[in-house]
């Protein structure tokens, strides 16, 4: 199964150009729009084994998360986008999360070696930031928040690229596996608090009739179905 979700006002390879910003803290505010609808886009990544959203933003003098970042509580970035869960995210395109990075920022690439961004170096010639967004339980991006594109009278500009999401594998029908023991059992791993999902089986047997015991342990104790 490949999956690929467009977003209704964006076209691969296309950049947006952001209108001018000058004062700190203002945003221009971008919401994102895609062909479907969130349900049906939640229900599609939590079931696909990987789903993935390209973003990247040119920039000519203008910042992108504000490197390097001593303090998280200060993190004050002057562009960031918005998970699924309407969250300010810390990361940009090609890093991960909690790192306050871009790609370049992982790799110790970046333009000026102090930052963690290309564009955080203040340059006056084009420079880009982006990767991958890989964290299925952000995706999609929902909204595009940017800043610090200067006014008509300097050489500030911005510009922007949100590809669409793309998923792939199907982990309802990936994960089988076969018992050549009459008494296999398959173990799962505990779901973390805040975490959502499904559990979906399904079998075939060779034997005229067949039982299927599930073992549950909570806080209530031991269940057996």
Known sequence: MLTSIENIEKTPLIFIVVPFISSYGVFMF?????????DFLEALINRSVMCKQKIGYDCKGSRLLSTPVNNPDGF????YWLSRGNKKMDYWGGSFPGSFKCECGLLGTCFDPDKWCNCD???DGWLWDGGEITEKQYLPVTALHFGDTGTPMDSKEGRYHLGPLECSGDTLFENAMTFRQIDAAIELPKLEMGH??????????TLSSAMV????TGENGDFLR
Not at 30 to 38: K, L, V
Not at 196 to 205: L, P, Q, V
Not at 213 to 216: G, M, T, V
């Open 30 to 38: 971008q919401n994102i729009y895609y062909d479907a609808n969130m």
């Open 76 to 79: 004050a970035p002057f562009g």
């Open 121 to 123: 170096s203040g340059h």
């Open 196 to 205: 959502r999902g499904d559990i979906f089986f399904e079998f075939k047997t």
């Open 213 to 216: 015991l599930l073992h549950c």
